[in-house]
């Protein structure tokens, strides 16, 4: 899996997981129960992972829905 966004943002993460759920495109979103460690103050990014195979379907989906500001350069 390869990294598609890092945010604190969680209205971001759901209308971007939205996006992916109606593409079918495979995903998951990591470090969401950071909130425990850092008490609820939003400091940790979240990421979202999506599989190898499908990083290029879901940039162009980020970039035609206006949030290509959005996606991680690298691309871990």
Do not use: K, W, Y
């Amino acid at each position: 899996m390869r990294e598609l966004v890092r945010t604190n943002d969680a209205v971001l993460i759901t209308a971007i997981e939205a996006l992916l759920n109606g593409a079918h495109i495979e995903h998951m979103v990591v470090d969401r129960n950071m909130s425990v460690l850092e008490g609820s103050i939003g400091i940790f990014p979240r990421r979202i992972l999506v599989a190898d195979g499908q990083l290029d379907d879901a940039r162009r989906l980020l970039e035609q829905a206006g949030f290509a500001g959005e996606i991680s350069r690298d691309g871990r």
